[in-house]
């Protein structure tokens, strides 16, 4: 693992750590949002930056790729995928579709270069 790698694995946990809850203390008014982040070649993708809209906090994926997020039931979430090398990715989703979880996989596309 290179140096850039695991300081950006350990900077992410470390906010993980101290990121507030997204949705606050009621739980009947939330779903669970379970996904992973992949790379291109399928290996998963740490430190990435699951961002929701209308929400100022970031959540990040931890060592394996993995991110949980509690979000509202009612409407529909943007969620804005990002990290550095990697093409930005947006992604609506209705959480009315399941209504006790969402899991979902991510894949992100390398820049290209000039």
Known sequence: MTLKRLFICLFSLSILATSPSF???????????EGIILDESGEPLAGVSVRVQGYAGVFYTNLDGQF?????????????????????????LDPTENKDSKKLTISLEPQSSL
């Open 23 to 33: 949705a606050g203390n009621d739980k009947d008014e939330t779903v669970q949002l």
């Open 68 to 92: 949980e997020i509690p979000f509202p039931k009612n409407g529909k979430v943007n969620l804005s995928v990002s990290t550095i090398s990697y093409k930005e990715k947006q992604i609506q």
